[in-house]
C-alpha cells in the first residue's frame, strides 16, 4: 500500500507534500494535522477514537467508519437505548455526527456487520475536566445506567471508594497546612491532566450488561448510620439527582452534579 501510494503521487505536484508515515497507529505519535478520514479495523474504535481526541493539537475534523453499533452508541442522545458512557465521553470532547450507512453488502465478500460514517469535530475550547475524575465519575454513574443513582451510590463498594478518596484529600489538605511556611497551600484537583488517557474498555456489549456484585447498601434498613453516605445523598438531593438515571442525564447534567461533588470535595480518583 505503502509503495502503491507514493508511486501515484510520484510526477504529480504533491509528491513532495507527501509524507507516510508507517506503522501502528496506536504507538505512533501522530503529527499536528487537519482532517483524519479512516477506514479502520473495528477493533481499535475506541482507543483510536480517544488518542484522536486527547491529541495534543486540536483539528478541524476526523471522518472515520465504524461498526454500526459503535457509531450508533458515539451519537446517542438522552433517553436514547444506546446512550452509555461512550457517548457521555465522546460528546463531551466533540461534536459528532452520523453521516452515512454502509451496508455490508458494499464489501466483497460482505462481512458479518455494518458500518456507518461519523464525523467527529473536537469542541474549540477543549473542556477544562480533569479527565480521570471525569472518567471515574462516569464510571459510577453507569453501574447500571438504568438504575437511579441514589440506589448507585448508596453501593457499599461506590462508598467506600468515595470515602477513601475523600479521606486521603483531607490528609493532604491537613499535611499541606501544617507544612506549610504561612504560604496558602493549593492543591489543583481540577484542570487538564495531560498524558491521562481513558481506558478503553468501551466493547462491552452494553453498560446496562455490567454487573456489579454491589455488595449492598450501606446501612440499609435499621444498620447503622454512615455520616460520609448522608454527605454523598446530600449532594445528589442538592441537585435533585436522587431519582434520575444516567440514562436519561444529559452532558449538563453530569457536569453539574460533577462539580457538586467536588464541591464537597469529594473525589472520583
Ligand atoms: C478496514 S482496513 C482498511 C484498508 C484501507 N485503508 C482501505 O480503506 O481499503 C483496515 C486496515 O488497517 C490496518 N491496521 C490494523 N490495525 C492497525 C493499527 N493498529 N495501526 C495501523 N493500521 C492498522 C489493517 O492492516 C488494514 O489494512
Redesign the pocket.
Given at each position: 500500500?505503502v509503495l502503491e501510494l507514493q508511486r501515484r503521487f510520484q510526477g504529480t505536484p504533491f509528491s513532495n507534500r507527501l509524507e507516510v508515515i508507517q506503522?501502528?497507529?496506536?504507538?505512533?505519535e501522530l503529527p499536528r494535522f487537519d482532517i483524519c478520514v479512516?477506514?479502520?479495523?473495528?477493533?481499535?474504535s475506541s482507543p483510536l477514537t480517544f488518542k484522536l481526541l486527547f491529541h495534543p493539537t486540536s483539528f478541524r475534523c476526523a471522518v472515520i467508519?465504524y461498526q454500526r453499533e459503535f457509531a450508533m452508541r458515539l451519537v446517542a442522545q438522552p433517553g436514547d437505548n444506546l446512550y452509555c458512557r461512550l457517548s457521555v465521553n465522546t460528546q463531551l470532547y466533540a461534536r459528532v455526527s452520523h453521516l452515512l450507512k454502509v451496508g455490508k453488502n458494499n464489501f466483497r465478500p460482505p462481512p458479518k456487520v455494518d458500518s456507518s460514517v461519523v464525523r467527529i469535530e473536537p469542541r474549540r475550547p477543549a473542556p477544562q475536566v480533569n479527565k480521570k475524575e471525569w472518567d471515574g465519575f462516569l464510571r459510577v454513574c453507569f453501574i447500571r445506567k438504568n438504575k437511579t443513582l441514589g440506589s448507585i451510590f448508596k453501593q457499599k463498594p461506590v462508598l467506600l471508594m468515595l470515602e477513601k478518596n475523600f479521606k486521603t484529600l483531607q490528609a493532604l489538605l491537613a499535611s499541606l497546612q501544617n507544612n506549610d511556611n504561612g504560604e496558602a497551600a493549593s492543591i489543583d484537583l481540577g484542570g487538564d491532566h495531560q498524558g491521562m488517557s481513558i481506558e478503553d474498555d468501551y466493547n462491552e456489549v452494553d453498560d446496562d450488561d455490567m454487573d456489579m456484585d454491589d455488595g449492598g447498601e450501606v446501612d440499609g434498613d435499621g444498620g447503622e448510620k454512615s455520616e460520609f453516605k448522608e454527605k454523598v445523598i446530600n449532594v445528589l438531593k442538592e441537585g435533585a439527582f436522587e431519582e434520575k438515571r444516567a440514562s436519561k442525564l444529559s452532558q449538563q447534567e453530569f457536569l453539574y452534579l460533577l462539580s457538586l461533588f467536588n464541591k464537597y470535595g469529594i473525589h472520583f480518583t
Open positions: 500500500m506503522g501502528d497507529v496506536l504507538k505512533t479512516a477506514n479502520i479495523p473495528y477493533q481499535i467508519m
